[in-house]
C-alpha cells in the first residue's frame, strides 16, 4: 500500500508564482533570529525560510550549511547558475535563481557545496520538496489503522521527483524541533531539520542521495522538547535496521527491505498453512534462543544462515513441526534475552542483515517447519535512545507510573489507549507476519497487560474508568490484533503466554472472547512439574496434579509448554528436577514426556530439555551438546524424536487437542499405585483410537486390566522404558489382544505389563482399515 505523494518541488511552484526578474537582484535579508536559530537547530519550521521563495519578485533559495566553504546554485547537469551569498558567518547562504531556470519546471536546480577539503557535492535541495506522505497516510496514523508504517514512517529509500535519497518520518507531535542527524551530515542537527505536520505531528524530510543519504546509512533523529529543552538522541522507533549492540543508531535498508528483495519460495508452504486449521493440525514446537543455541551462528554477517545449516536438519530429525525463537526485535541488553526490545521492525543486526532473516524464515518452510516469534507488546526498556519520553513527553507509555511502570522489571507500560500506540503496535505485529512470513506470535505477557494491579500492591495501581482492575485499552487492543490477524494473515497463528484464569482467551472474539489462536497451559505445567519433582513413593498423596488439568482442558485450545522459564534462575534443569538416582531420574523424565506427548495440547519443549541437560540455561554459554556422547543423554534424545513422529503419524493424539470428544479416562483415580490410563480418539466415534498409561512408580505393574472400547489387537507403538531410551526394557512384545471383557465402563479390555517409571502407548489395529 503506498500513499506517498510524489509533490512537485517547490522551486516550480514559487516560480509559477514570481516573474522572471528583468536583473538578478540580491537575496533578501534572512532575520537574525531565524538565522541564529537554524544555525543553533532550534528553528522549528525550517520550511519557511529554507528552499525556493518568491520573494521581491524573484526566486530566492536559502540554505543551512554549517561548514561549508562555498556554495551555488547549478542546472541538474551541472552548469553553474549563480553563486549563494554568504548571510552568515556559520553558513547561511541565499542567493536568486535566474529567471530561465526559476521559470522552467520541476528541480530546475541544485545545490553546490564546497568544504574545507576542498571536495564538492552537487545535490538537489531537500528543502526544495513539497509535502512528502499523503493525506492518508497521516489520516491512518492519527486513527491507528495505518497497518503498514514500515513502510511509511522511519527511513524509506526511494526516489523522488527522479532523485534518489532517503525519506525520513517520524512521530513525535510535542517536539518543537526535530532532526535527521546520520553518517551523511557529519550528526549536525542543524543540517536537516524536519518539517513538521501538523495534524498527525509527524515530521518529515528527503534527503537526496547526493548528500550521502542511502542504504546503509546510520542516523537518529535529535529532538528539541515541547519547551525546547534537549533530548537525547533516539533511535527510529519504525527502524526496519539497527546497529548491532552495543551500538545504538538505525541503519537506513535497501528499498523493499522490510518485504527483502528476494524470490520468496514458500508459496505452497503458505496456501496450505492458509487451509489448515492449526487446532486439528499436530504441533510441536522447539523453543529456542537463537544465541545461545550453538555459539558459532553467533555472526553478525552470516548468523542466520549458518543457523539454518545447522537448526534446520536438527528439528527435522527430531520431528518437530514449528521452532519458537525468544525475541529476535533488536534489544540493547542481551540478558533480557529479547524480551526487552526496541525495534520492533528489525531484526536483530548480531546475527546479520534484515534480509538474510527473511531468507532464513525462506528455508525453514523449505525444510517443512513453521517458524513462531516471541512479541512483546507488553512493555518496553527505559534506555535513552529509545522510545521512553521519546518527544519529551510521555507519548508511548502512560504519563502515571502506577499505570505506566513495571515494577518487576523496571520497564515502562504502552499507552494502548493512545491510537497512535495502538496502530503502532499492530503495525509492528504485521510486519512479522506479513513482511516476513512468519507463522505465529508469541505473545508475551499476556497478563500483565489484562490487570491494571498486575503485580501492584493497594494504592499502586488506578482502577479503570469503571473502578475495576481490568486494563480494557489493552483488552481492546489485543481483540483488535487478533481479528486483524485473522483478516489479513491466513493461517497465522496468535499464541497467549497467560497465566491467569481471564476467561475466553482463545474464545472467538464475536463472542466476547481475546480471539487468540492458542493458550499456553500454565496450569497443567506448574501442576505437572510439581508432581515430578515428588519422590513416587510421595506421589500418592499428589495424585490431582496430573489429573486436575482435565477438569479445564476445553476452557481454551492449550499449549502445553516446558519453555525457557522452567530452566532458569534457580529452578534447575528438567532432569534436575526428577528425583531418585541417575536410572530412576531418566526413567521419571521418560515417563514425563510420555505423559505430555499424549496428553491434549500441543507441545511446546524448550532447546536442551530434549536431551535433558543437567545444568540451567544459561544465555551466555551454549547447550552442553557433548552430553550426547553419553547413551542416556542420546535415549532421552531419541524418545523426543519419536514422541514427535508417532504425534504426528497417529490424528488420535492431535486432531482433537481441544475438544471433550477426543479424550476419556480409564484409570485417574489409581493413587495407590500411580497410574493413569487415558484414551485418545482422532474423531467422535472413531475406531482410530490410541490409550496411553503412565507409571509413576518405579514399580511394574504385572497383569493390569484396562478397558478400551474395541477387542483385538493393540499395537504397541512406544514405550518410554524400551532400552533403546536407556530403560530396562520391560514391556509387552509389541502386541497385546483385548478380549470382551468389560472393564472401566468399557465393552473389551487388555491385560497389560506396566513397565517402571513409564509411559506406553498403544494403538488399535482396526482390522477394517
Known sequence: MSKTESAPPRAARAAARAPAPSAAPSPAALPAADAEALLAARHGDPFAVLGPHAEAGATTVRACLPGARAAWLAAPDGTHLADLERLHPGGIFAGVLPGAAAASGAADYRLGLRWPDGSEQLSADPYAFGTLLGDLDLHLIAEGRHFELGRCLGAQAQELGGMAGVRFAVWAPNARRVSVIGDFNGWSPARHPMRLRHGAGVWELFVPAAMGAAPGSRYKFDLLGPHGQPLPDKADPLALATEAPPATASVVTAPGASAPPFAWTDQDWMRRRAATDPRAAPMSIYELHVLSWLREVNDPVRGW????????????????????????????????????????????????????????????????????????????????????????????????????????????????????????????????????????????????????????????????????????????????????????????????????????????????????????????????????????????????????????????????????????????????????????????????????????????????????????????????????????????????????????????????????????????????????????????????????????????????????????????????????????????????????EPSHGQPASLVLTIPPLATLVLRYADPGA
Open 305 to 740: 544462515e549458518r543457523l539454518a545449516a545447522r537448526l534446520l536438519p536438527y528439528v527435522r530429525e527430531l520431528g518437530f513441526t514449528h521452532i519458537e525463537l525468544l525475541p529476535v526485535m533488536e534489544h540493547p541488553f542481551g540478558g533480557s534475552w529479547g524480551y526487552q526490545p526496541l525495534s520492533l521492525f528489525a531484526p536483530t543486526a548480531r546475527l546479520g542483515p534484515p534480509q538474510a532473516f527473511a531468507a532464513f524464515v525462506d528455508r525453514c518452510h523449505e525444510a517443512g517447519i513453521g517458524v513462531i516469534l516471541d512479541w512483546v507488546p507488553a512493555h518496553f526498556p527505559t534506555d535513552p535512545h529509545g522510545l521512553a519520553q521519546f518527544d519529551g513527553t510521555a507519548l508511548y507509555e502512560y504519563q502515571d507510573p502506577r499505570e505506566g511502570f513495571h515494577q518487576d522489571w523496571n520497564t515502562l507500560i504502552y499507552n494502548l489507549g493512545r491510537n497512535e500506540v495502538r496502530g503502532f503496535m499492530l503495525a509492528s505485529a504485521l510486519h512479522w507476519l506479513e513482511h516476513y512470513h512468519i507463522d505465529g506470535l508469541r505473545v508475551d505477557a499476556v497478563a500483565s497487560m489484562l490487570y491494571r494491579d498486575y503485580s501492584r500492591e493497594a494504592g499502586q495501581w488506578l482502577p479503570n474508568r469503571f473502578g475495576g482492575r481490568e486494563n480494557l485499552e489493552a483488552v481492546a487492543f489485543l481483540r483488535e490484533l487478533n481479528t486483524v490477524v485473522r483478516e489479513r494473515c491466513p493461517g497465522a497463528m496468535t499464541i497467549a503466554e497467560e497465566s491467569t484464569a481471564w476467561p475466553g482467551v482463545t474464545a472467538p472474539v464475536q463472542s466476547g472472547g481475546l480471539g487468540f489462536t492458542f493458550k499456553w497451559n500454565m496450569g497443567w505445567m506448574h501442576d505437572s512439574l510439581r508432581y515430578l519433582s515428588y519422590d513416587p513413593v510421595h506421589r500418592a498423596w499428589h495424585h490431582q496434579d496430573m489429573t486436575f488439568g482435565m477438569v479445564y482442558a476445553w476452557s481454551e485450545a492449550f499449549v502445553l509448554p516446558i519453555s525457557h522459564d522452567e530452566v532458569v534462575h534457580g529452578k534447575g534443569s528438567m532432569i534436575g528436577k526428577t528425583p531418585g538416582d541417575r536410572w530412576q531420574r531418566f526413567a521419571n523424565l521418560r515417563a514425563y514426556y510420555g505423559f505430555m506427548w499424549t496428553h491434549p495440547g500441543k507441545k511446546l519443549l524448550f532447546m536442551g530439555t530434549e536431551f535433558a541437560q543437567w545444568r540451567e540455561w544459561n544465555h551466555d554459554t551454549e547447550l552442553d551438546w557433548t552430553l550426547l556422547e553419553q547413551p542416556e543423554h542420546r535415549g532421552m534424545q531419541a524418545l523426543v524424536r519419536d514422541l514427535n513422529r508417532l504425534h504426528r503419524a497417529l490424528p488420535a493424539l492431535h486432531a482433537l487437542d481441544h475438544r471433550p470428544e477426543g479424550f476419556s479416562w480409564v484409570v485417574g483415580d489409581d493413587s495407590r499405585n500411580s497410574v493413569f490410563a487415558y484414551l485418545r480418539r482422532a474423531a467422535p466415534g472413531s475406531r482410530d483410537v490410541v490409550l496411553a498409561v503412565v507409571n509413576m512408580t518405579p514399580v511394574v505393574r504385572h497383569g493390569y486390566r484396562l478397558g478400551v472400547p474395541f477387542a483385538g489387537r493393540w499395537l504397541e507403538c512406544l514405550n518410554t522404558d524400551a532400552a533403546c531410551y536407556g530403560g530396562s526394557n520391560v514391556g509387552n512384545g509389541g502386541e497385546v489382544p483385548a478380549a470382551d
